[in-house]
């Protein structure tokens, strides 16, 4: 008996650490890292036509290095700037968007080795005379935020009398130079000179500056396995030729296009048809951030607006307060405080959606809550102490004799509140949520179509608005 008890207490161990082990190896094998891109930077990182994946040297790198190395990524279009922003907070793993190692990066973040040499390099209107930077003298010209080229620019502006013009993205960058806002643009030379092939009206002049090598970029002091499993990744490809394979596709002599070349699909029927299914995720990510954060700004805009009109001078000054704070505040201040500011402070990672859904909450709630205040406040004063004098006590009155009035003023204001609640979201694009305009910029980072673009996203908020704004009116004649 007793032996086959031991067998037995041995089989089961000798399976639990089976499962222990495979467990452990599917883990480790499963493991996701979270990488940071920029949505506007072919032919290095870019939104592929199909409007699901990301395509371009970076992305074909990591993805290969992971796929040598036996882990998995999660790619995050956030923008340049608030993916390394996002960085810092730990929010995400790792950065992969075209990153130049320079030593003031290198204080705040280890690099892998190089896997691309760039430079710098300066494009000008295809019918520009301006052939070098003396032609600059006294001129504007226009850089991106956070980014080599803006260095370099920024370093020798004084010596040559230059003007600046900051953008986000590249494609805005190329628009102002077309639109003859600045005379000339720099970027890194091959990401200026794909989206010469790719259709923007410039020419690449001068020579190559500032010459610089991009590296996979991790926070100062951690993930190191990851970082050491890029570098053998990188080295593995280099070996067998597949790094070769992915560089060619898009720089060498037959590159790959981000976009179609046909007219028909650069019309902007062509367009909507083509990214119409792109289009419809942003529209979807928008109105479902608007209507979650508008019920729980309702919520909070009635409590707070409760609180300033009771009759305690504690809750009054508290809501007033909170009122001041959260209106106060700029949207894109608040949206980059608790997206960035409070995982820096706290160490917890706190997801893009659900910090955008904060941020329109405490901003919209504040705004709730004013007219709630003044909604209640327009109520005369008199239904109150008649109320009240006939025996009904605070809360019952409130509830039961002047709310019902006040919520015929506020109704307006709440559709109102809905209106610019949508428009708002908007802003949302800056911390990387794929809402309409975060989508609108993917798109033009592949076709390069900004006005067109932008017109038809333009329309679509129209339409929703002009909308709302049918119900508003519909509404208001109801209560009268």
Known sequence: MKKWQSMIITFMFACGVGLFLHSSQVSAAE????????????????????????????????????????????????????????????????????????????????????????????????????????????????????????????????????????????SNMYDDVMTGNSVAAFDDKPVLAYGIKNGIKMKIVGETYEKGEYGFAVKKGTNKELLTKFNSGLKKLKANGEYKKIVDKYTGTNAKCANSNSKSSRTILGLLKTNSGTLFDGFKQTMLLTIVAIVFATVLGIILGMMGVAPNKWLNGLSST??????????????????????????????????????????????????????IKAVDNGQMEAARSLGLPYGKAMMKVIMPQGIKIMIPSFINQFIITLKDTSILSVIGILELTQTGKIIIARNLEGFKMWLIIAVIYLVIITLLTWLSNLVERKIK
């Open 31 to 170: 493991k996701t890292y979270t990488i940071g891109t920029d949505v506007t930077y072919a032919p290095f990182e870019y939104q592929a036509e199909d409007g699901k994946s990301y395509v371009g040297i970076d992305m074909d790198i990591m993805r290969a290095v992971a796929k040598e190395e036996g882990f998995k990524v999660d790619i995050k279009a956030l923008g340049f700037n608030a993916a390394v922003q996002a960085l810092e907070a730990n929010q995400i793993d790792g950065v992969m968007a075209g990153m130049t190692v320079s030593p003031e990066r290198q204080v705040k973040f280890d690099f892998s080795e190089s896997y691309y040499d760039a430079g710098v390099a300066m494009a000008v209107g295809t019918n520009s005379t301006i052939k070098s930077l003396d032609d600059l003298k006294g001129k504007k010209v226009a850089i991106k935020v956070g980014t080599s080229s803006a260095e370099f620019v920024n370093s020798i502006k004084k010596q040559y009398n230059i003007t600046t013009t900051t953008f986000d993205d590249s």
């Open 322 to 375: 909170l009122i001041y704070i959260f209106r106060g505040l700029p949207l894109i201040v608040l949206a980059f405080f608790i997206y960035i500011g409070i995982p820096n402070l706290t160490g917890t990672k706190i997801p893009a959606f659900v910090a955008g859904i904060i941020t329109l909450t405490l901003n919209e709630g504040a705004y709730t809550a004013a007219f709630v205040k003044g909604g």
